[in-house]
T-cell receptor
C-alpha cells in the first residue's frame, strides 16, 4: 500500500516552454502533498506544500509564478514549471501524506527534467 | 527551526562489515524521525521511522536505528552490509502536524567494496 506515482519519469524540453509533472497517490487519499527539488549529489529541498482544494504554501525563495502547483483532488497534484530555463533542470520528487499515517510521507519515484 | 546533520558525506565499508550512519537533529518538540535510502535516479524508499515508544526501531533490509533523546541522535546501523546496500542515505526529521514538513540531512553516500 501507500504507492505514489509520478509522470513523466523523464522529460526534455526547450527553453521557454512549460512542463507539467503529475503526482498521484494510487491507493490512498493524500490530504497533503509536497514537492521537492534535488540537485545532483545534494539533499532534497522542499519547494512547496499543498493541501487538497487550497493554494500551495511555497518555501522562501521559491517563485510561485514559476512553479505552479495544483492539488485539485485527494489523489492528484501537479507541478507546472512555466517558461522553463536550463537552470530549472533538476530532479523533482513529490510525496504525499494521509491524515492517519502519522505524517509519514510516501515518495514518488521522481521526474528528471532537462531544459535545453 | 528544525535541522538535521549527517556528518559523514561518504562512507566506504567492506561487504559483510558492520555499518553505522550518524544523524543528529535539532527540533523544538517531540520529533518524528526517518531514514530513507535513494538509489541513483530513483525516489526515496523508507527504511524505518520513529514516532514514539521503543527507542530501538527495526526497519527493512536488516537496518535498525536507535533514538537517543539526550544526544539528539538517530543513528542507522546494520550488522552486515551487502553490496546492494550501496546508495545514498538520508535522515529526516518532522513534526506532528498533519502537514508537517520534513527536513532532510545532506545525505551519506555509502560505497560497498567486495
Amino acid at each position: 500500500g501507500a504507492v505514489v506515482s509520478q509522470h513523466p519519469s523523464r522529460v526534455i524540453c526547450k527553453s521557454g516552454t512549460s512542463v507539467k509533472i503529475e503526482c498521484r497517490s494510487l491507493d490512498f487519499q493524500a490530504t497533503t502533498m509536497f514537492w521537492y527539488r534535488q540537485f545532483p549529489k545534494k539533499s532534497l529541498m522542499l519547494m512547496a506544500t499543498s493541501n487538497e482544494g487550497s493554494k500551495a504554501t511555497y518555501e522562501q525563495g521559491v517563485e510561485k509564478d514559476k512553479f505552479l502547483i495544483n492539488h485539485a483532488s485527494l489523489t492528484l497534484s501537479t507541478l507546472t514549471v512555466t517558461s522553463a530555463h536550463p537552470e530549472d533542470s533538476s530532479f523533482y520528487i513529490c510525496s504525499a501524506s494521509a491524515r492517519l499515517s502519522y505524517n509519514e510521507q510516501f515518495f514518488g519515484p521522481g521526474t528528471r527534467l532537462t531544459v535545453l | 527551526a528544525q535541522s538535521v546533520t549527517q556528518p559523514d558525506i561518504h562512507i566506504t565499508v567492506s561487504e559483510g562489515a558492520s555499518l553505522e550512519l550518524r544523524c543528529n537533529y535539532s527540533y523544538g518538540a517531540t520529533p518524528y524521525l526517518f531514514w530513507y535510502v535513494q538509489s541513483p535516479g530513483q525516489g526515496l524508499q523508507l527504511l524505518l521511522k520513529y514516532f514514539s515508544g521503543d527507542t530501538l526501531v527495526q526497519g527493512i533490509k536488516g537496518f535498525e536505528a536507535e533514538f537517543k533523546r539526550s544526544q539528539s541522535s538517530f543513528n542507522l546501523r546494520k550488522p552486515s552490509v551487502h553490496w546492494s546496500d550501496a546508495a545514498e542515505y538520508f535522515c529526516a526529521v518532522g513534526g506532528t502536524g498533519t502537514a508537517s514538513k520534513l527536513t532532510f540531512g545532506t545525505g551519506t553516500r555509502l560505497q560497498v567494496t567486495l
